[in-house]
């Protein structure tokens, strides 16, 4: 299968994967020249995002996502442990036509900078299932289960 990307701005790079059976495709920073509310571009391109924010980072890149899957946009290790720039909420899905921006939030205490060019995150192309949502008057919890309603730790830690 062959994903489709397209450039919106001639600058803009194309994804790559780091080794061939990598599951992820590293994803750039494009400066757009726009300005986030949160975020500042300084004049040579970089983009700033203070600690504690979160920003829409422009890839200059769109995607022809196939039917039945999706584009997932994940944390790329590195940048997320060392520079404390993780990856908010990013699915692109089939029917999205406009430009791929990343989500970035920056959980350390000083304010970070990207420079154009510079990886930001990782896509992964997920194949979905999707189905129809129907409304039941059975309340799950009457069912007996093993796990019945423990959450958030209820196996233990080890």
């Not at 060392?82 to 000083?110: M, R, W």
């Not at 990886?119 to 289960?145: F, G, M, R």
Request: charged share 25%.
């Amino acid at each position: 299968m062959k994903l489709k990307f397209y450039r919106i701005r001639q600058e803009a790079k194309m994804p790559v994967r780091a080794h061939s059976i990598d599951a992820g495709m590293d994803l750039f920073y494009c400066p757009d020249k726009q300005s986030d509310d949160n975020c500042y571009w300084e004049p040579e391109g970089e983009y700033k995002i203070p600690p504690g924010e979160s920003c829409l980072v422009p890839t200059g890149l769109k995607v022809s996502v196939p039917e039945n899957y999706m584009l997932e946009v994940k944390n790329k290790s590195g940048i997320a442990h060392k520079q404390k720039l993780i990856v908010g909420a990013c699915v692109v899905d089939p029917g999205y036509t406009g430009e791929i921006f990343v989500n970035l939030h920056n959980i350390g205490g000083s304010t970070k900078t990207i420079k154009p060019g510079q990886k930001v995150a990782q896509a992964v192309l997920v194949p979905i299932s999707t189905c129809e949502v129907e409304e039941t008057t059975d309340d799950p919890s009457n069912t007996e289960t093993s796990r019945s309603s423990g959450g958030f730790g209820s196996t233990g830690l080890v």
